[in-house]
């Protein structure tokens, strides 16, 4: 299974970027997306995540600023990040919560992360 994110870069303070993440070859349906981050030196923490039916939960951080969206059938994933903030720079990764029909059911895929840089 591949777990792939695009979209992270350098940007100003103020500014938005469109992070997304394409699944493949998982012979599961999907039960949750979602985007975590970590920073230098800090836990990898829940950013946004989504159920397939389309549930939403935020960090407190990023309510108003960042907007999560996925296509379950395309097992695809997009997060909208507006207004950026210095605080915000981190790596940014996928993970995929399968809805299992068969085995071996692993608990998630996750995506090798991108970059995002906020400069002040």
């Known amino acids: 299974v591949q777990v792939v994110e695009s979209g992270g870069g350098l940007v100003q303070a103020g500014s938005s970027l469109r992070l997304s993440c394409a699944a493949s070859?998982?012979?599961?349906?999907?039960?949750?997306m979602g985007w975590f981050r970590q920073a230098p030196g800090k836990q990898r923490e829940l950013v946004a995540e989504s159920s397939a039916e389309g549930t939403t939960q935020y960090a407190d951080s990023v309510k108003g600023r960042f907007t999560i969206s996925i296509d379950k059938i395309k097992q695809t994933t997009q997060l909208q990040m507006n207004n950026l903030k210095p605080d915000d720079t981190a790596v940014y990764y996928c993970k995929l919560d399968p809805r299992c029909s068969t085995s071996p059911c692993p608990l998630a895929y996750w995506g090798q992360g991108t970059q995002v840089t906020v400069s002040s």
């Open positions: 070859g998982s012979p599961h349906s999907v039960n949750r």
